[in-house]
Structure formats: structure tokens, C-alpha cells
Nanobody
Framework: QVQLVESGGGLVQPGGSLRLSCAASRFTFFDYYGIGWFRQAPGKEREGVSC????????YYADSVKGRFTISRDNAKNTVYLQMNSLKPEDTAVYYC??????????????????WGQGTQVTVSS
């Protein structure tokens, strides 16, 4: 059973930074799959934040985070990162990583993801 574990969340002031990590285990051929980050705020639907292709050569971002967030991966460590800078209160949410294991969907559609982590809370507040 594939396991994805997020870490790095916490409380940060507006304008601050956090780096989230998504560590994969029991995950054969990690470098065959794209990995996405999603977030869900209270009362809202889960939305796509960013995604990185299997090799790391292609990255995708939601318009709301372009220029502030950077996704990267280290396939030797089976880990994907999300560097979040210039954080805003509206970035507050539980952040999830997931494996893009199903074809036929755009990166931001949850239908394309087959394994999910438990999430890490990010709170941006003064």
C-alpha cells in the first residue's frame, strides 16, 4: 500500500514562508508518477495547488499561487517539496499531496489522483 506523508505545516505570519514535504514509502517506481499538492479550507472544496511531472521537468501551478510557490522533487529520496513564500491569510488550509496515478485528467482534477496523504495544516495569521 502506497503511503504519502506530509510535513512542514504550521502557523506563520502573512508574508512568511513554509516548506512542505511529501515523503513516499511503499511506493515502487516513485519516479514514474507525477505528484500533486492540493489544499482544502474549511467549507470549501479541495483545490489543486501545484503538480510536478515524474521527472520534474514539468510543473503546474494554480493562478493563485504562481510566483509565490515552487514545487520540486528529489527522486532519490522519494520526496516532493512545496516551497511557499509570501504567504497570505487565504492560503490557510489543510495541504495534501497525492499521486497522479490515473490518466485522462488535467493535473488539477482530484479524479486523476489515486493515493493521498493525511494532510498538514497551514495557518497564515498575524
Amino acid at each position: 500500500q502506497v503511503q504519502l506523508v506530509e510535513s512542514g505545516g504550521g502557523l506563520v505570519q502573512p508574508g512568511g514562508s513554509l516548506r512542505l514535504s511529501c515523503a513516499a514509502s511503499r511506493f515502487t517506481f516513485f519516479d514514474y508518477y507525477g505528484i500533486g499538492w492540493f489544499r482544502q479550507a474549511p467549507g470549501k472544496e479541495r483545490e489543486g495547488v501545484s503538480c510536478i511531472s515524474s521527472s520534474g521537468g514539468r510543473t503546474y501551478y494554480a493562478d493563485s499561487v504562481k510566483g509565490r510557490f515552487t514545487i520540486s522533487r528529489d527522486n532519490a529520496k522519494n520526496t516532493v517539496y512545496l516551497q511557499m513564500n509570501s504567504l497570505k491569510p487565504e492560503d490557510t488550509a489543510v495541504y495534501y499531496c497525492a499521486r497522479w496515478g490515473r490518466g485522462g485528467s488535467i493535473w488539477s482534477s482530484i479524479k486523476g489522483y489515486d493515493y493521498w496523504g493525511q494532510g498538514t495544516q497551514v495557518t497564515v495569521s498575524s
